[in-house]
């Protein structure tokens, strides 16, 4: 199976980043569904480390606010959902449920750096999923890294002791961008084949 031309139109060719937003909420099934499809895609070990949280109210995305560079506040606030790409570190300790090899809890649990490393590569391969899943439901997204991690872990995360990567908003564009879409690499520019 191959996607067709308005499947790849969907999810790359036509998709922009959103700058500004609707006033239409996104519906908790729909968040549920981009989840479902996040959850299929690959990841080393089958480790899912990624967690995501949805801030759905205006008064959760207020708080996130001290902890946005200056540039990010209105966009952010103004989206109808931003989600809390995170990962966790102790990922591994649900390495029993979602691998069967023996001895990987242990493996992850005695090397810190590499449990990290892993965490956070993987946490953000999912994060990548989270875009295109919600393209694919007829989202649009903004993704965002320019922001205080230790901040919003603070306000957050604190409790699950999750380790924030970057912020994700969802909803539904208001118009066209402003700007045409900013050049990408060409192949010979990004690309070795050896």
């Known amino acids: 199976m191959v996607l067709d031309e308005s499947g790849l139109d969907l999810l790359f060719r036509s998709a922009r980043t959103a700058e500004r937003w609707r006033d239409e909420p996104v519906s908790d099934e729909t968040l549920r569904s981009v989840y479902d499809l996040v959850r299929l895609g690959p990841t080393s070990g089958n480790c899912s480390p990624a967690r995501f949280v949805f801030l759905r109210t205006p008064d959760n995305r207020e708080r996130l606010r001290p902890a946005l560079s200056a540039g990010n506040v209105d966009k952010v606030l103004s989206a109808p ?24 809890r242990a493996w992850f649990a005695a090397d810190v750096g ?6 956070f590569r993987n946490g953000t391969l999912q994060g990548g999923y989270l875009i295109l899943a919600a393209r694919a439901l007829g989202l649009d997204v903004l993704p965002i890294s320019g922001f205080d991690a230790y901040a919003i872990e603070d306000a957050f995360l604190a409790g699950q002791g999750w380790r924030a990567n970057l912020l994700v908003c969802l909803g539904y564009a208001d118009g066209e961008p402003e700007r045409p879409r900013a050049p990408r690499l060409a192949f010979d520019d990004a690309c070795l084949m050896l």
């Open 114 to 119: 590499l449990a990290e490393e892993t965490a």
């Open 81 to 104: 959902v931003t989600v809390i790409v995170a990962h966790d570190p102790l990922f591994f300790d649900r390495l029993a449920y979602l691998n069967p090899e023996p001895g990987l």
